[in-house]
């Protein structure tokens, strides 16, 4: 089981970055897919999880200006990043979890990727 983050980088304010999440060795949809993402020198905190039934979950139960999206054909894991702010510089880290039995918005998932780097400039 393995899930590799792309589509990090710079980018200036108010502008946009989609990341991607690919899955390998277990089926995207029959998991509990999310984002999270860390600051320099800061814990970690959710972003947003899309369900096996492919509903969603966001903090506050709103959306904002983040999307959480998942192609079930390309077995990926997306997240659509709009109006990009300087303080959403962090690294974004996919998980995964095969059942989900805890609060989603804690970092309690069993697979995790790497990360990808996001710089958001003024």
């Known amino acids: 089981v393995q899930v590799v983050e792309y589509g990090g980088g710079s980018v200036q304010t108010r502008g946009s970055l989609r990341l991607s999440c690919v899955a390998s060795?277990?089926?995207?949809?029959?998991?509990?897919m999310a984002w999270f993402r860390q600051p320099p020198g800061q814990e970690r905190e959710w972003i947003a999880t899309?369900?096996?039934?492919?509903?969603?979950a966001y903090p506050g139960g709103e959306k904002g200006r983040f999307t959480i999206s998942r192609d079930d054909d390309e077995n990926t894991l997306y997240l659509q990043m709009d109006n990009l702010k300087p303080e959403d510089t962090a690294m974004y880290y996919c998980?995964?979890?095969?059942?989900?039995?805890?609060?989603?918005?804690?970092?309690?998932?069993?697979?995790w990727g790497q990360g990808t780097q996001v710089t958001v400039s003024s």
């Open positions: 899309v369900r096996p039934d492919r509903t969603t």
């Open positions: 998980a995964a979890d095969p059942q989900g039995l805890f609060q989603l918005s804690q970092p309690l998932y069993r697979y």
């Open positions: 060795g277990f089926t995207a949809r029959a998991y509990y």
